[in-house]
């Protein structure tokens, strides 16, 4: 894990403030994974649900690209 390092009194390298930010970075990183594996476990049940067919992961990652850009298109943020 890298993290930079700012001329303005930001942390310096091995500093306990680097620690904490780093530490808090990856918390960060670890709750997105979780939420991740929680909205893909919530798309296939809706699926399950909704469909006869269960669309296949490349599809619905095509779908998510397609919304993705039609948003970017009408300059709407994530």
Same mark, same amino acid.
């Given at each position: 894990?890298?993290?930079?390092?700012h001329a303005d009194g930001g942390p310096t390298a091995?500093?306990?403030e680097e620690r904490r %930010? $780093?530490?808090t970075l990856e918390t960060i990183v670890n709750e997105l994974r979780?939420?991740?594996a929680v909205l893909t476990e919530v798309i296939a049940t809706l699926d399950a649900i909704h469909g006869e067919r269960?669309?296949?992961p %490349? $599809?619905?990652n095509t779908a998510i690209d397609d919304?993705?850009?039609t948003r970017n298109e009408q300059g709407v943020s994530r």
């Open positions: 894990m890298c993290a930079t390092i091995g500093s306990p %930010q $780093a530490d979780y939420q991740n269960m669309r296949s %490349q $599809a619905i919304h993705l850009t």
